[in-house]
């Protein structure tokens, strides 16, 4: 089945720095999610994006759709220990049989050294 | 307002037991879902719903049964459980009208 490139897979940094991170697809989608997921705990909507080109921000978070449709990138400024979790980008299409179904990139896994 | 919630939290199975995990939500959400996620991987979907009575296969349907009898409930059934099948389940609802999914807290199955 499909699924969503996402990059880096992990990544240690120091408390206070900026962090990036993206995802690509190969295909279209027409709306892009990113969730934070914490230890034990089921993912939570971070930023939603419904436009290409749209630039979003959720407090220390920035998400950008894409011009291509085919990318989205979340950026946290200012990285504080409880920013440590796995993020999900999630491209969702509004047409076909299975509209409205999320796909699921493998995670980004931060850790912020104290 | 408890959103999704999702029981067991934890359950270990031997090969071949069924088992089903219960999945309810508070919001009147007519799209409900289930997932699962292995080790360093994203969700699967395994099944959907987008009302009672309506339910489609995901990406990973096999080895698994659903049934939408009510809005609120949306159980997934293992009949014959395998080693495969040991992972972390995560049930979801949403609007019809909005893009967001509501995630429980997730079910650990272990199949010995």
């Known amino acids: 089945g499909q699924q969503l490139n996402q990059s880096p897979q992990s990544m240690f940094i120091q408390e206070g720095e900026d962090v990036s991170m993206n995802c690509t697809s190969s295909?279209?989608?027409?709306?892009w999610l990113w969730y934070k997921q914490d230890p034990g705990e089921g993912p939570v909507l971070l930023i939603a994006?419904?436009?290409?080109?749209e630039l979003t921000s959720n407090g220390r978070l920035t998400a950008q759709f894409g011009i291509t449709r085919k990318d989205s990138f979340l950026n946290i400024s200012a990285s504080i220990p409880s920013d440590v979790g796995i993020y999900f980008c999630a491209g969702q299409r509004n047409y076909g049989g299975s509209q409205g179904n999320l796909i699921f990139g493998k995670g980004t896994k931060l850790s912020v050294k104290p | 307002n408890a959103g999704v919630t999702q029981t067991p939290k934890f359950r270990i199975l031997k090969i071949g037991q069924s088992m089903t995990l219960q999945c309810t939500q508070d919001m009147n959400h007519n799209y409900m879902y289930w997932y699962r996620q292995d080790p360093g991987m994203g969700l699967k979907l395994i099944y959907y719903s987008v009302g009672a009575g309506i339910t489609d296969k995901g990406e990973v349907p096999n080895g698994y049964n659903v049934s939408r009898s009510t809005t609120e409930d949306f159980p997934l059934r293992l009949e014959l459980a395998a080693p495969s099948q040991t992972s972390v389940y995560f049930c979801a609802s949403r609007k019809d009208s909005t893009d967001t999914q509501y995630f429980g807290p997730g079910t650990r199955l272990t199949v010995l």
């Open positions: 295909s279209i989608f027409n709306t």
């Open positions: 994006l419904y436009k290409a080109g």
